[in-house]
């Protein structure tokens, strides 16, 4: 399932994913990381969230932000 967001909101996404995403390490995804470097895709996303793990522990730590998105795309 991928949450749609505004440009507002994702610009906040992509701050909170350097800020506070512990997979995200200088822009790049320890978690899609195979030996090679890869892009978080947070980062990256300008209209949705796409990572689970962003969307399941980073997200709900930005309560505000958090139920904004779910109610937008009728969640809840």
Known sequence: MVLKLNS???AKVRRL???????????NC????????CKCVQ??????IYCNY????VLPT???LY???????KIR
Not at 30 to 37: A, F, I, M, Q, T
Not at 43 to 48: A, E, V
Not at 67 to 73: F, V
């Open 62 to 64: 930005e309560k505000e």
């Open 30 to 37: 320890l978690l899609l990381d195979n030996g090679e470097e």
């Open 54 to 57: 962003f969307l399941k522990a």
């Open 8 to 10: 507002k909101q994702s």
């Open 43 to 48: 980062l990256i996303s300008r209209y949705g």
């Open 17 to 27: 994913a350097r800020r506070e995403c512990c997979n995200c390490v200088d822009g």
């Open 67 to 73: 139920d904004e998105i779910l109610q937008q795309n």
